[in-house]
């Protein structure tokens, strides 16, 4: 079955440490897409890829990063210069730009204490 | 520039109607509907397009004024499972670096 996944479902870590968080699509979809989610809020663009090799930042991306080495595999990096990482993360890809859906993974739920 | 979602929340009987709307006040070239249930990811209902264009789900219905850069997503005879919070999506151009979601509308239909 084609789809997104993300991994770990909950993830839990002490302030200072950085965490790498998991998101694999075989949609064969050019355009990926990292969301944060805090409770009650809406989605807030953290990077974007439309291309491997290639990433933009989106609204919010200071105190994160990614990389997109391959078409299928879009991790996200909250550093330690998060200041309020606790959130729901959300992955997503398309096909690419405006015109096309976007297909989310599950979520991981972050934890920091 | 987020876009403006109205009515916050809705709280309907089963087999009731509602209308969500999405607005901005720059000018759009499309604009996305989807849902989320509490703790779910997202997911997609409708893309309508400057221009006309629109491709969603058989039994929803949206509509799209280019001109007054405005969407209403229309949900009639509302089942239980229709409760969820609602974002619209607008993008500016076909380039990739518009995009950004609403802050959403929460419906909950009562039985």
């Known amino acids: 079955d084609g789809g997104i996944t993300q991994s770990p479902k909950y993830l839990f870590r002490k302030e200072g440490q950085n965490v790498t968080l998991s998101c694999e699509q075989n949609?064969?979809?050019?355009?990926m897409y990292w969301y944060r989610q805090d409770p009650g809020q809406g989605l807030r663009l953290i990077y974007y890829?439309?291309?491997?090799?290639?990433?933009q930042k989106g609204d919010i991306a200071e105190g994160y990063s990614v990389s997109r080495e391959k078409k299928e595999s879009f991790p996200l990096t909250v550093t330690s210069a998060q200041k309020n990482p606790t959130a729901f993360y959300l992955c997503?890809?398309?096909?690419?730009?405006?015109?096309?859906?976007?297909?989310f993974g599950p979520g991981t739920r972050l934890t920091v204490t | 520039q987020q876009p403006v979602q109205s009515p916050q929340a809705v709280i309907l009987r089963e087999g009731e109607d509602a209308v969500i709307n999405c607005s901005s006040s720059?000018?759009?070239?499309?604009v996305h509907w989807y849902r989320q249930k509490h703790g779910e990811a997202p997911v997609f209902l409708m893309i309508?397009?400057?221009?006309?264009e629109q491709k969603g789900h058989e039994k929803i219905s949206a509509s799209f004024n280019e001109k007054k850069q405005q969407s209403s997503l229309y949900l009639t005879a509302s089942q239980l499972s229709y409760s969820g919070t609602y974002f619209c999506?607008?993008?500016?151009?076909?380039?990739?670096?518009?995009?950004?979601f609403g802050p959403g509308t929460r419906l909950s239909v009562l039985p």
């Open positions: 890829s439309q291309i491997v090799n290639d990433f």
């Open positions: 999506g607008t993008g500016r151009d076909n380039y990739g670096q518009n995009f950004v």
């Open positions: 720059k000018a759009l070239y499309s």
């Open positions: 949609l064969n979809h050019d355009a």
């Open positions: 309508l397009l400057k221009g006309g």
């Open positions: 997503a890809s398309s096909l690419g730009t405006e015109r096309y859906e976007q297909y």
